[in-house]
């Protein structure tokens, strides 16, 4: 099968699939006597696999290391459920920032309703709760924000 069926096949951009080829997670292609890319069943379920590791926001270098212990003949089930516990835990966090973060933006919403608005200069109003925020204590610094 050519590449643009692949493509259809999976749901995947051919573009991807040669980035995907170019680093390692497809294998290089076979090669049809007009030079075309021909792919077969197995590749079809690799790209799968790859596009629905890749929806569950694993990370490529997890999904090279899964796949190259397949490659080995060796079960990757362990891998897998070890990125799968790692992506619950990144998730979680991720909730509870976002969780907190609500909790301020309703705390700034509360008191900045109190305030004038009428403040062109920001020194007495919900501009001023902003500009002040980090320096409050309040701050909530979230997962990646340095």
């Known amino acids: 099968m050519l590449i ?14 040669r980035y995907y080829e170019s680093i390692g997670l497809m294998p290089r ?13 197995a590749d079809v379920e690799r790209l799968r696999f790859v596009a629905n590791a890749r ?3 694993f990370r490529l270098d997890d999904i090279a290391e899964i796949l190259a212990t397949r490659d ?11 990125t799968l516990g790692q992506q619950l835990a990144k998730i979680d966090q991720r909730i509870a920032d976002l969780v907190a973060l609500r909790e301020s933006l309703r705390q700034l919403q509360s008191e900045g309703a109190t305030l004038p608005l009428d403040d062109v200069r920001g020194e007495h109003c919900v501009c001023y709760l902003i500009k002040t925020y980090r320096e409050s204590g309040k701050v909530i610094i979230t997962e990646g924000e340095t």
Request: proline share 7%.
């Open 4 to 17: 643009h069926d692949l493509a259809t096949q999976t749901n995947v951009p051919t573009k991807t699939i």
């Open 72 to 82: 080995k003949g060796l079960p990757p089930c362990q891998r897998v459920l070890d």
């Open 55 to 57: 929806a569950l926001d």
């Open 29 to 41: 292609s076979k090669r049809a006597d007009n030079n075309y890319r021909a792919y077969t069943q």
